[in-house]
């Protein structure tokens, strides 16, 4: 069964930090493209960061040079590292799985496979 689970979510002050993790079961680790969305209250989801099998990482603006996307193989695991948290970064985050083969995108609907979410707050 291909499943996505996320954890490490929680409440930090703005300029904190907390790593999220999404273990990865059944075939979805071979998927080429694997990444990172958010959604907060009222606004629309939001692409957060991709990374592809070979390691090739994007990230969307907003949070260039604060959050790191890895990989670990071994693992089977995804993660999302998050730095310098401000308040506009509060939202659940889900990891995702894109269908597609060869090309990643930070675009929702290239994303077939999603976990369950896992909180983010961040106070100021």
């Known amino acids: 069964q291909e499943q996505l689970v996320e954890s490490g979510g929680g409440s930090v002050q703005a300029g904190g930090s907390l790593r999220l993790s999404c273990a990865a079961s059944g075939s979805i680790w071979s998927r080429y493209c694997m990444g990172w969305f958010r959604r907060a209250p009222g606004k629309e989801r939001q692409g957060v960061a991709y990374i592809t099998q070979g390691g090739t990482t994007n990230y969307a603006k907003s949070v260039a040079g604060r959050f790191t996307i890895s990989r670990d193989n071994a693992k089977n695991t995804l993660s999302l590292q998050m730095n310098s948290l401000k308040p506009e970064d509060a939202a659940m985050y889900y990891c995702?799985?894109?269908?597609?083969?060869?090309?990643?995108?930070?675009?929702?609907?290239?994303?077939?496979?999603w976990g369950q979410g896992t909180q983010v707050t961040v106070s100021s």
């Open positions: 995702a799985a894109a269908a597609t083969s060869f090309s990643c995108r930070l675009v929702a609907s290239d994303f077939d496979v």
